[in-house]
């Protein structure tokens, strides 16, 4: 026995000896081949170094740093950061170059697929400019995990990929331009069986969602976030053993909760999409193992059952505008691990005091909210239960928060974040007692007095925002400067002022937006406060006269509208894409220096004193420019002539000013505009009968100008498709009303308010306006509302029959036809307008019977026919049971209420002669009117047989030259020959 011990001793010496003869033998050689060494090289030189992924690393503790800064010639590749060798045959199989700062493009011949042993590729959170994920990552065959996340690429990825048959690990995510071929994903699912993690969130798909992915007993994590993916989810069991991350947030996915069998590892599930319904089912109790639970903007209903509170080991759940209704379940108390809950934006119900307490064994809380539900009542003290509470969310509750707030809320040692917003607290804010608060928002209360100064000691404060409440008194700039740290203050909407000691050192190093509109400030503004940092500044609707200096070299939006700004106008920062002075009284011209602002994207300089002639390149200094309002000021010359090609102008508005000239023709190429308000000018020109080539053009103005001659036809198939607010009134037009335009309106036509989104005209923050007449008043509209139609064709030349057509504009909600030349009678099909809520045709010379049809506009506010030649009875019912005597005025036919004068029962009246002469005498045009059945010129001649027996030759030459315009009036009925004359 010992002789056999003795020998294996040997045996295993010998063996040893062998291999450390063979360590040492091969320490003296490189272990890396020279040509891998030369394709590292050369893979370093194919990208520069590119630091602008530093602070993206730092807010999620990566290590960054340039690791082919240590691949240097001459030394042993296998040493490299990032590099990882076989240590017997020097291949490299490894390669981790994440977070190097890499910035180039990864081209098809690139040296990176000269290593075919590679089994781990990760290249994760680099820049490679837009590369596609080619055919050459698919020549790996002995790769397992590949990372190629948040790194630039965009296009198709190659079907290469789904060869790649070893991976357990594949990673594209946050490469938000990469997209997969049609059929792509569902290859690469089939193909690679072995997956055990797969993360494409962000990569286009666009694909029903497979089926058999959940077929993968393999699967430990899938994360499909915001793919595009569709279809409906499986409703049987899910047996995944394994699987402990899913994540499908951001999809069009449809059906219920997914169902988990009990034998499951689930950590971690995401799921956002509103066709996500039903309940939440019980069997939710079954993911025991569940430490994050995120249901957000999902289309769920009923209650939450109170199986929810098995899941011990959840320590974060979210539950964000889901649907849920009812009260908050008493096991959600058991959940004691809990750290972050989110139940925001659903419809919970019930004393906030109850909901709190179910909270109070939640000493791990960190992060709670509860806004947008329907709690009531005060906050409770119970709160103060939850002393490693960092974050307390509670806005916009929809039965609104009261009463003040509590103390103990200012004695929270660990509170970082406090939102109360939207609600309806009242009282004085307390002092707070500890500097640990980072955010502040209290906006939207009903809270008065003074700001306290606490506040101003907390200098760890980053964002306060106490706008929209009561607040008063005087703030002194130097309390402000205290705050070291703010980057965004809001006190907009109170009663404040401002006071600028002389001792303040302007300085607050970190502010980046500053709103104080609509408070009490006035004076000459001076606090220049964040020189390098600022970058949004709002001072509108105060009193400040204005400027000490403007020092601020990065601002990009600038409101100081409804001000007392006097003298000329200061030219906005190159960094500015929004400006602001509307309603000042500034004055002078504007400098031809404004055109070097290239990004300007809002430029509103109305109501003012401008005056001057419009500089040239105002039409296209910026390729970015949406809307140019320069209403109400006293500028004259032509509007600019020249506009980019390609521009963005959404609104043009000259509305008030001198300007003359015709329109100019370039505006055919502002193919995104929708308003245009040239009203209130001294514009000579046709109707501009191009526009209606402008597919987005939603309001037109032209209103108050001298614009003349016939609108005539077009030869566009389907022009101002878009046009819902038109106002030509106080023009020089003539001709028949437009007939082709108005059945070209579809905007005004069939329009399902119910399934319209209300919006307003305009883009985010800056809301267009007009000025129209409505109901007989000028009335301005500060916001559009997108549902808001309007005709305005009064004050012009037009004559002719009133066109059957405009009765297809069932969604018009106001009309005025008045002080024009309009003969005939009002169509019947008047009754279709549905909507409608003015109808002027006041001034003009419309015959006959106001048509009964009328009687069912339920919504008609305003109606005023008088001065034309109506007859007959008033029709009764609904809305004509509310007009009075103005609205029939001068129409002497008329009989019935509200008029004094009776009609006779089961009689029409006839026409008054007053109310049908054109003449003193008495032209009797019932004989006229008979002629419609026999001939114009007949009946014509049977009146005036009648008329002139007895009468002077001179009257008698009158009338007949009358009867020859009415006869060649009644032959200018086409189109062709309205637009031959025009």
């Known amino acids: 026995m010992m002789s056999k011990l003795l020998l294996l001793c040997f045996l295993f010496f010998l063996s040893c000896s062998q291999l450390l003869s063979f ?113 050459g990552f698919g020549r790996f065959s002995s790769l397992t995990h590949l990372n190629l996340s948040d790194s630039g690429f965009s296009g198709l990825i190659s079907s290469e990929i789904s060869h790649l048959s070893n991976l357990v690990s594949l990673d594209l995510s946050e490469n938000y331009g990469a997209e997969f071929s049609p059929h792509g994903f569902n290859s690469l699912v089939q193909n690679l069986t072995k997956l055990q993690k797969l993360h494409l969130g962000g990569i286009s ?60 590892s689930l950590t971690e599930l995401y799921l956002s999409s509103k066709n996500f319904s039903g309940e939440l089912p019980a069997s939710i109790g079954n993911l025991k193992s569940l ?27 979210v539950l964000y505008n889901c649907g849920f209704s009812g009260s908050i379940p008493a096991s959600l108390g058991n959940l004691t691990q809990i750290t972050f809950l989110y139940l925001n934006g659903n419809h919970f119900s019930g004393k906030i005091s109850k909901v709190i307490n179910v909270f109070n064994n939640f000493k791990n809380l960190i992060s709670l909210g509860l806004s947008s539900n329907n709690f009531s009542g005060q906050l409770p003290p119970s709160i103060r239960n939850l002393t490693n509470l960092q974050g307390l969310y509670l806005s916009d509750n929809f039965n609104l928060f009261n009463g003040t707030i509590p103390s103990f809320l200012y004695t929270l040692p660990s509170l970082l974040r406090l939102d109360l917003s939207h609600n309806k607290l009242t009282g004085h804010i307390g002092e707070f007692q500890f500097d640990s608060l980072e955010h502040i928002d ?55 002022s401002l006071t600028t000691s002389d001792n303040s050192n302007s300085i607050l190093p970190n502010i980046e937006r500053l709103d104080f509109s609509n408070n009490s400030i006035s004076g000459v503004w001076s606090w220049n406060m ?112 020249t506009f980019l090609k390609g521009n963005a102008i959404r609104n043009l508005d000259f509305n008030d000013n001198q300007l003359e000239g015709p329109v100019p023709r370039s505006l055919i190429i502002c193919r995104k505009l929708e308003v245009l308000d040239l009203g209130n000018n001294k514009i000579n020109d046709t109707f501009p009968h191009w526009l209606g080539t402008l597919p987005e053009l939603q309001v037109l103005v032209l209103r108050s100008n001298s614009f003349h001659g016939h609108i005539g036809c077009s030869k566009i198939k389907s022009p101002f498709v878009s046009l819902k607010i038109i106002d030509l009134a106080h023009n020089d037009f003539e001709g028949d009303l437009p007939d082709m335009y108005l059945r070209s309106l579809k905007a005004i036509m069939n329009v399902d308010e119910g399934n319209t989104t209300r919006k307003y005209i305009g883009e985010g923050y800056y809301q267009d306006s007009i000025m129209v007449t409505i109901k007989g008043l000028e009335i301005e509209f500060v916001k559009i509302l997108n549902t808001f139609t309007t ?123 007053e109310a049908d002469t054109e003449f003193d005498g008495g032209f009797d045009w019932k004989i006229t009117l008979m002629g419609y059945g026999c001939g114009l010129v007949i009946g014509l001649s049977l009146g005036c047989l009648v008329f002139l027996i007895g009468k002077p030759r001179w009257f008698v030459w009158i009338i007949e030259e009358n009867i020859h315009k009415k006869i060649r009036r009644s032959k200018r009925s086409t189109c062709r020959q309205g637009a031959r004359r025009n």
């Open 23 to 135: 360590s040492f033998s091969n320490s003296t050689k490189p272990l890396c081949p020279h040509h891998q060494t030369l394709a590292l090289l050369q893979l370093k030189q194919s990208f520069a170094i590119k630091k602008s992924y530093s602070d993206y690393f730092e807010d999620r503790h990566l290590p960054y740093y340039p690791k082919t800064e240590s691949w240097k010639k001459g030394s042993d590749c296998c040493s490299w950061d990032g590099v990882t060798c076989d240590w017997v045959t020097g291949h490299v199989i490894e390669l981790d170059l994440s977070c190097s700062w890499l910035f180039g493009t990864i081209h098809s011949n690139t040296t990176l697929f000269l290593f075919p042993h590679l089994q781990r590729l990760n290249l994760a959170f680099n820049d490679f400019n837009g590369s596609s994920v080619s055919a």
């Open 205 to 264: 798909i666009s694909s029903i969602f497979p089926d058999s992915l959940l077929n993968r007993s393999s699967l430990i994590s899938l994360v499909l976030t915001d793919c595009g993916l569709h279809g409906r989810f499986p409703d049987h069991d899910i047996h995944l053993p394994k699987l402990e991350v899913l994540d499908l947030w951001g999809n069009y996915v449809s059906g219920n909760f997914p169902r988990f069998s009990e034998n499951n």
């Open 291 to 317: 430490t994050t639970l995120f249901l957000l903007n999902c289309g769920f209903s009923g209650s939450i059952p109170s199986s929810i509170g098995n899941l011990k080991s959840l320590t974060t759940l």
């Open 442 to 496: 209290l906006s939207m209360n009903e809270f008065y007095g003074s700001v306290p100064s606490s506040i101003f000691k907390l200098v760890n404060l980053r964002y306060l925002y106490l706008s929209s409440n009561n607040f008063s008194g005087v703030l002194e700039t130097s309390k402000i400067e205290n705050l070291r740290n703010l980057t965004d203050l809001d006190l907009s909407n109170n009663m404040l």
């Open 530 to 641: 964040g020189k390098d940092t600022l970058w949004y500044l709002n001072l509108s609707c105060n009193s400040i006269s204005g400027f000490e200096m403007f020092p601020w070299k990065n601002m990009q939006i600038l409101d100081l509208h409804s001000n007392l700004l006097q003298g000329p106008l200061p030219t906005p920062l190159n960094s500015t894409y929004f400006f602001s002075v509307s309603h000042n009284k500034l004055s002078g011209e504007i400098s031809p220096l404004i055109c070097k602002v290239s990004f300007m994207e809002i430029l509103d300089l109305s109501s003012n004193n401008l005056s001057g002639m419009l500089p040239h390149c105002l039409g296209n200094f910026s390729k970015y420019l949406l809307v140019l309002n320069l209403r109400r000021n006293q500028f004259h010359g032509t509007i600019p002539q």
């Open 791 to 913: 005709i305005d064709l009064s004050s012009n030349k037009f004559q002719g029959k009133i066109p059957e057509s405009i009765g297809n504009l069932n969604s018009l909600r106001e009309l005025n036809l008045s002080h024009n030349n309009l003969t005939g009678h009002i169509p019947s099909s008047f009754g279709n307008l549905k909507s409608l809520e003015s109808l002027d045709l006041s001034s003009n010379e419309l015959i006959g019977s106001i048509p009964q049809q009328l009687t069912s506009l339920t919504f008609l506010e305003v109606l005023n026919l008088s001065q034309n030649h109506l007859y007959g009875f008033i029709p009764q019912g609904n809305q004509f049971d509310t007009f009075g005597n103005d609205s029939y005025n001068e129409n002497l036919g008329l009989c019935g209420f509200p008029l004094s004068k009776k009609c006779v029962a089961d009689e029409t009246p006839e026409p008054s002669k």
